[in-house]
């Protein structure tokens, strides 16, 4: 700024100082928003599970208290650990095939289809059963795997079996093949986007050195495509693991899970032990996470 003298004289004057925040407090200012709600709707909810996991309760009601009667019945019983190895069989099982379908999908679409195009559209068609919810998708099965379902029909009038299959529906393999359907596109998604940031004159090199398509998939395409197997297996271990409808419908209430055990305690209302047995699974799915943490390094996926 200037500013002119009683002398005529033109004088340059000092602008005022503009206030400047430092920058490690516009950082935590950008961040608040993000912590408060992480903090009200995760953290809290978390906290206030693990609060009442020692409360002790009866018919009656709950009673703030700090006993660990619920996590040792949960701890010592053998129904628990026979609830917990089914679901763990579960969602073994579940990964194992999730995976191996996922990643077929995926490879097909990143390299087999040329089209950008296509690709999306392919993959936008694999969504399309995910417009409707997970219940209404899971029922549809019945009536193909039921007694007289599709399945059973068309087996005996072929003449391939003489009677019904019975272990069809109501089953540990309908559980299995319901929560493959359910789960499988969250496999696909981000290995398919793995797939696709591989830069394709890795292949290239790989074939003009000799190498056959087997030995391209496994020590190229493979190594590479580890983080979004990985980021994969997260999402499926943890929606298997917290699965309790699918467990109830598809057996016929014959197999149990972790989750269904806790809904029918809260459904007594034994909240407190419904507690102590969701933070154990907590305990349990965040060993898991970590342990696939610790195989695959995701942080170039984020």
């Known amino acids: ?79 628990t650990w026979k609830t917990y190895l089914n679901t763990l069989k579960f969602t073994a099982i579940t990964w194992a095939l999730t995976l191996v379908i996922g990643f077929w999908v995926a490879y097909f679409l990143a390299f087999h289809i040329r089209t ?55 089953s540990d393999f309908a559980v299995v093949l319901a929560m493959v359907h359910l789960n499988t596109l969250f496999m696909v998604t981000p290995i398919f986007n793995t797939l696709m940031r591989i830069d394709r004159s890795l292949i290239e090199a790989a074939r003009d050195c000799g190498a056959t398509g087997w030995q391209i998939l496994w020590n190229v395409i493979l190594p590479l495509a580890k983080p ?35 809904k029918n305690q809260m459904s007594l209302l034994q909240y407190p032990a419904a507690a102590a047995n969701a933070v154990v699974l907590l305990i349990v799915v965040l060993l898991m996470v970590a342990a696939i943490l610790r195989v695959v390094d995701i942080r170039k996926e984020l």
């Open 1 to 79: 700024m200037t500013a002119i003298t009683t002398s005529g004289e033109i004088k340059a004057s000092k602008a005022p100082r503009s206030l400047a925040a430092p920058q490690w407090l516009i950082a935590y200012l950008q961040a608040t928003p993000l912590l408060l709600i992480l903090g009200f709707f995760f953290i809290l909810p978390i906290l206030t599970i693990f609060v009442v996991s020692f409360w002790d309760y009866d018919f009656a009601g709950l009673y703030p208290d700090f006993l660990t009667m619920n996590y040792t019945d949960t701890l010592g019983s053998w129904v």
């Open 228 to 262: 979004g197997m990985a980021i994969g297996s997260i999402f499926v271990v943890t929606l298997v693991m917290a699965d309790f409808s699918t467990v109830q419908v598809m057996s016929g209430g014959q197999s149990a899970s972790v989750a269904l055990m806790m």
């Open 116 to 170: 950008t195009t296509m690709q999306m559209v392919l993959f936008l068609v694999c969504t399309v059963p995910f417009l409707t919810s997970n219940i209404i998708r899971m029922i549809s099965w019945i009536p193909v795997l039921g007694r007289n379902g599709l399945v059973n029909s068309t087996l005996i009038e072929l003449g391939i079996i003489p009677e019904p299959i019975e272990w069809l529906l109501y």
